[in-house]
């Protein structure tokens, strides 16, 4: 009687409704089961991706290092020692003349307080306002040499030498305009069609007193920087003779990239270029910061005689066993425009 009772009840045992829901089951297992192994792989795949390309990033940041240490930083040559600038800046330290930057790359909203105004001629303001870089680099460098002068961001198209030049002649016309005094440029050297057209641009600038530093422009008004080399003929980078030469090495700013080349250099290479800190582009602020300085003297000279004054009162040098001509000593050249107001 017991054992009918519980062979009747609900909870007793059928087998054969385990063994539908098992084939159910095996049949959902192969209908789906190919997906849940691509998700198992792709999970596998991704954690091993993960755990190398960590690994790596170690490996790559263990290669630069936290700090970069130079024997005898302290003791190197730079551009004061080099230019004779502390005792200049003792007399005048550019009070009063606005210099124009003509670059891209300002920052000119995280730096407003190093400039005193500015304009932008490019397709981009992000290029101006935001990004901080060249045109930054080129106004700190200036900055360093004449601090009391008025520095003008005046930011340029950089995509192709079409749209440079016709910005850089806008930005010309504007310094016109605005009465400024001196206008640095520090990018690549133009071809003869787009030369031709800011020459005239330059040409305006120049009878209106401004006195214009541009690097690889061959133009015979403009003061042609370069570094400490000797001139030996005319060639694509430099078409004519420099009319003074500037120390080209800056030391505010190191690319990482260029420091691992030099670290891995040849001694000889590293002894004669020191690459880290190689800048061309830096000879031209640092002589439109000298021009500001003797324009903080006597700001009626025509561009020609500020240029003579450089040339007259510069010296000849051995560099690194190179003779190297038209050293600028910016303080000869301001105690010669002072003595002769």
């Not at 098992?22 to 089961?33: L, R, S, T």
């Not at 240490?69 to 003792?90: E, G, P, V, W």
């Not at 009063?96 to 670059?103: E, F, L, P």
């Not at 450089?310 to 010296?315: A, E, F, G, V």
């Amino acid at each position: 009687m017991l054992r009918n009772t519980l062979i009747k009840t609900d909870d007793t045992l059928d087998v054969s409704d385990i063994s539908q829901k098992f084939k159910k089951e095996v049949i959902v297992i192969k209908k789906y089961g190919w997906l849940l192994i691509i998700v198992i792989i792709l999970s596998v795949g991704f954690n091993v991706f993960l755990v190398t390309y960590i690994g790596k990033m170690k490996t790559e940041e263990a290669k630069y290092p936290n700090s970069l240490i130079f024997k005898n930083a302290n003791s190197r040559d730079t551009i004061f020692s080099m230019h004779n600038i502390k005792k200049a800046q003792q007399i005048t330290q550019g009070k009063g003349i606005k210099v124009g930057v003509i670059d891209k790359f300002f920052g000119y909203n995280k730096h407003s307080d190093l400039y005193s105004g500015g304009m932008d001629f490019s397709k981009s303001s992000n290029s101006f306002y935001e990004i901080d870089e060249h045109g930054y680099w080129m106004s700190l460098i200036l900055k360093e040499i004449a601090p009391k002068a008025d520095l003008y961001a005046l930011n340029i198209e950089w995509e192709d030498e079409n749209s440079k030049v016709e910005s850089m002649i806008e930005a010309i016309n504007w310094a016109i305009k605005n009465d400024i005094d001196v206008l640095t440029y520090s990018s690549s050297k133009f071809s003869e069609e787009n030369k031709q057209r800011l020459d005239n641009a330059v040409k305006r600038a120049i009878e209106h007193n401004i006195v214009t530093t541009f690097i690889h422009y061959s133009y015979g008004e403009n003061i042609l920087p370069d570094g400490f080399f000797e001139y030996k003929g005319a060639t694509d980078y430099n078409r004519r003779e420099p009319d003074i030469n500037i120390y080209h090495f800056d030391y505010n700013v190191l690319f990482i990239k260029n420091y691992n080349v030099y670290n891995n250099g040849y001694s000889e290479e590293k002894e004669k270029y020191n690459p880290p800190y190689v800048s061309i582009s830096s000879t031209s602020p640092v002589t439109a910061g000298f021009v500001a300085l003797l324009k903080s003297i006597n700001n009626n000279l025509k561009p020609s005689e500020y240029k003579n004054i450089l040339r007259d009162t510069s010296k000849d040098i051995n560099y690194d066993g190179e003779y190297c001509p038209r050293v600028a000593d910016i303080y000869k050249a301001v105690q010669y425009i002072s003595n002769s107001k």
